[in-house]
């Protein structure tokens, strides 16, 4: 692999001259790629020492150098039709996943055993982890990361960070549940074992903070082992007192803790919140 990756950073240095036309450039690039498909390597992953998002940049590059070396080209899935320069993936049966009518994944994605793709979207360089669910109508941008045991909720958007290369993308670590209708995009993450509650919107921007005491915990990082909900702060500005985003948490769970929906729903409801 190093060897791969000692041709990749080499392919960038002269990008802007990359064609269709190289296949050379194509055969290599093409195989980093099938490194991504099938799991053999990742865009991004949490060091298990630091707890530190670590991106590997070489597969970043590689992905973008893909759309300069691929042209366009009229794909048939049945009765469908498309107009794009990448395949969808394939022999989910012998991966062990099952994709639901209406969901499709990206040649270039990895999902793992016991993943359940609902009518939802995976697309290049996204990893989700096993026996993970991927419910209606949620998307799981470029290069995201999910990890295992969890359930993005119908309708969540999990953002796409695809350039810069050393951009840090969307994690959502191993257990956690995400309600609906959220949006954790631009490199937020969310730590194991938390649920974020129905419509919230998380960024690196966005404050988190711990209801308990009134103090911001983070920007865009909702901590391990959580329940957090959307809400709004006071702020002044020249031109009147306004509401702005956050995320409040409000409520700590043991290490190891499963969420029981029953429970879960009663402590929401308790703030004036849902899944």
């Known amino acids: 692999m190093a060897d ?13 001259e990359l064609s269709p036309k190289d296949t050379d450039a194509v055969r290599i690039v093409e195989e980093a790629i099938d490194l991504l498909d099938s799991g053999q390597a990742r865009v991004a992953e949490v060091d298990a020492a630091s707890g530190e998002v670590v991106v590997h940049e070489w597969l970043k590059k590689s992905i973008l150098m893909l759309f300069s070396l691929r042209g366009m080209e009229t794909i048939e899935y049945g009765p469908f039709e498309c107009a794009d320069k990448l395949p969808l993936k394939h022999n989910f049966a012998a991966a062990g996943v099952r994709v639901v009518p209406g969901a499709s994944a990206r040649w270039g994605s990895f ?9 939802s979207y995976v697309n290049i360089g996204a990893w989700v982890g096993e026996d993970s669910m991927v419910d209606t109508w949620a998307t799981v941008a470029s290069c995201a990361q999910i990890g295992a045991r969890v359930h993005l909720s119908g309708g969540v958007g999990i953002g796409g960070v695809l350039e810069p290369p050393n951009a840090v993308p969307v994690v959502v670590e191993d257990d956690a549940f995400i309600g609906s209708r959220c949006m954790v995009t631009g490199g937020a993450r969310v730590g194991q074992g938390s649920v974020l509650g129905a419509g919230s919107f998380l960024d690196p921007s966005i404050p988190v903070i711990d209801a308990e005491t009134g103090q911001e915990i983070s920007r865009g990082v909702v901590p391990p082992w959580c329940v957090a909900i959307r809400a709004s702060r006071r ?21 190891g803790e499963r969420h029981d929906k029953a429970e879960l729903n009663a402590v929401l409801r308790e703030h004036g919140a849902s899944t």
Not at 4 to 16: A, F, G, K, T
Not at 235 to 255: A, D, S, W
Request: glycine share 6%; proline share 7%.
């Open 111 to 119: 999902l793992s055993r016991g993943v359940v793709l609902m009518p």
């Open 235 to 255: 702020r002044e500005y020249p031109g009147g007192e306004f509401f702005i985003p956050c995320v409040l948490v409000i409520k700590r769970l043991n290490e």
């Open 4 to 16: 791969l990756q000692s041709s990749i950073e080499q392919l960038w240095e002269r990008r802007s």
